[in-house]
């Protein structure tokens, strides 16, 4: 999924940048809300920024030491700021395939998979995950843009088909090469845990507790999606929590994690101005969808995915140690090639990795750009997505 | 010797009219992990209040800003390949640039320790 971008400095202009709320000075935000976990995040030393209108911990020890601890164990992260929304009724299939280019027909009762919403254009409104639930279907949006999300659904939606906010649900999720052990020692239900793999879902209980476990993420590596209710959550957290093999792990290393992994951030890499083609993202465009159409912006996307789009998102490996940041453009030469859309530096890789939007004839990998950053130009090479190979339990 | 504080979180240790230039443990704190530290040139003029240096950290990239007007006389060359001392050793071997003076007069409404404790105390 998507999500997880570190605060932008709003008082960067001018001095240190030590402020780490995303929102417009300018324009009073309403005040953001706190999760169920908030205290246990704070009690565990978590610092907490604002993001998508709650209070949410940034890091603990530090980006790094998180970001590897995920990476060589297992990381548990909240995530309750996302949207869980249920969907059910009469003709509900078919309803939800006309805003969604997924094939609902071959999506069975235990089955998870990626799609987005999409504008009449073929932009992106966002990207989420979709699980087949007995006569329902659950959806998984991301935080910034649940409220926008629900009213396109209520309007695209007839009125038949009931959308249920989980707004009293929480959502963990526990990533790395040890979750599924630690995630063994506690989990019962009627099939065992190991039986899940990757991109399936079940139910099961946690210390008595009722849970939907999935076995997906975003950070490249095996780990789980664990939505539970609310006043659960710091019993559960507390529960992972005391794990050897456990974390707690915040939004900075969620977002260096996934940028490896070459996930897209919805509202960074994706938008409104994106097509899923140009984002790579075309496995989401389901085969039946792909041959019927019929679903929002399908004149744009099924041109896309006949004859290529002018413009493609690539990653980049940069040389040296400066990061490029979202924005920078890309050059090839003197000519003005593309865009970063992500930019950091990758932890594992020990370098300044990106993913930009460049222009169809420069995406090849290998090709060496370069990218401006503060009047400077660094020198970035074409590399293949992910950065860091997938982990996945297939 | 005497150091003062910025409100912008750098601190400038003062000999005569030579200042060492880099930020406090605080800042390190706040910005995280830092990565990459981009030096000025030797030998730049550089004015108060302009950014002639810049740490990037994991989560983005920040000003340093000349608590002093003058000239670049030396920079920390060891942050290449150790930016991380910036976080582990900040208001000494984390030295960003040292430049001389040519207004000591700015120095008056920089802060004290004292002063700037209580700053940081009341963010």
Not at chain 1, 47 to 60: D, H, I, K, S, T
Not at chain 1, 72 to 97: I, N, P
Not at chain 1, 231 to 243: K, S, V
Not at chain 2, 74 to 80: F, G, K, Q, Y
Request: hydrophobic content about 40%; glycine content about 10%.
């Amino acid at each position: 999924m998507t999500e997880g971008a570190p605060e932008r400095c709003a008082n960067s202009e001018r001095g240190l940048c030590v402020s780490e709320s995303i929102e417009d000075l300018d324009e009073a935000p309403p005040a953001a809300e706190t999760l169920p976990l908030d205290a246990w995040h704070r009690a565990r030393g978590g610092r907490m920024v604002e993001f998508a209108g709650y209070w949410m911990p940034v890091q603990y020890e530090g980006i790094i030491a998180e970001h590897l601890w995920t990476r060589e164990h297992a990381g548990l992260f909240d995530v309750s700021h996302m949207g869980q929304l249920v969907l059910s009724g009469e003709g509900l299939d078919a309803a939800l395939e006309a805003v969604l280019p997924i094939d609902l027909s071959t999506l069975r009762l235990g089955q998870q998979r990626y799609s987005f919403l999409l504008d009449e254009d073929g932009g992106v409104l966002d990207d989420l995950m979709v699980q087949r639930w007995p006569e329902a279907v659950y959806l998984v949006v991301n935080g910034a843009t649940k409220w926008d999300d629900m009213a396109h659904l209520r309007e695209a939606l007839p009125d038949a088909i009931n959308l249920n906010y989980l707004d009293e649900h929480a959502l963990f999720a526990l990533q790395g090469p040890e979750a599924a052990a630690v995630l063994e020692r506690h989990a019962t239900g009627e099939h065992p845990l190991s039986a899940l793999r990757f991109m399936r879902f079940g139910v099961f209980e946690l210390a008595g507790v009722p849970v939907t476990i999935s076995r997906s993420g975003y950070t490249g590596e095996d780990g789980f999606e664990i939505s539970l209710p609310g006043d659960a959550a710091e019993q559960i957290a507390e529960l992972l929590g005391a794990e050897p093999e456990v974390k707690p792990i915040g939004l900075g290393a969620r977002d260096s994690l996934r940028l490896e992994a070459g996930l897209p951030l919805y509202g960074h890499d994706l938008s409104p101005e994106t097509s899923p083609v140009e984002a790579g993202l075309g496995f989401g465009i389901n085969k039946r969808r792909r041959a019927e159409g019929g679903f929002p912006g399908a004149d744009r996307i099924l041109a896309e995915l006949a004859s290529g789009t002018a413009r493609k998102c690539v990653g980049l490996a940069l040389d040296g140690r400066q990061a490029a940041r979202e924005g920078a453009p890309v050059f090839s030469g003197n000519k003005l090639v593309g865009i970063v859309t992500s930019g950091g530096f990758s932890p594992s890789l020990e370098r300044p990795i990106a993913a930009a939007y460049v222009a169809g004839a420069h995406v090849a990998h290998g090709t060496v750009l370069e990218i401006e950053v503060r009047g400077k130009r660094l020198t970035a090479t074409v590399t293949a997505l992910p950065f860091i190979p997938h982990r996945y339990c297939r | 010797m005497t150091t003062y504080y910025t409100q912008d979180h750098e601190w400038i240790e003062v000999d005569g009219d030579l200042g060492t230039v880099g930020i406090t443990d605080y800042a390190q704190g706040q910005l995280g992990d830092i990565t990459y530290v981009d030096l000025p040139e030797v030998g730049a003029p550089v004015a108060k209040g302009a950014a002639p240096c810049v740490v990037d950290s994991v989560k983005a990239a920040s000003d340093v800003f000349s608590p002093v007007s003058g000239t670049i006389v030396a920079v920390n060359e060891t942050l290449a390949d150790a930016p991380e001392l910036v976080n582990t050793d900040p208001e000494t071997g984390g030295w960003l640039f040292r430049v001389t003076l040519s207004d000591p007069a700015e120095l008056t409404g920089l802060m004290d320790k004292a002063a700037y404790e209580a700053f940081v105390k009341d963010l």
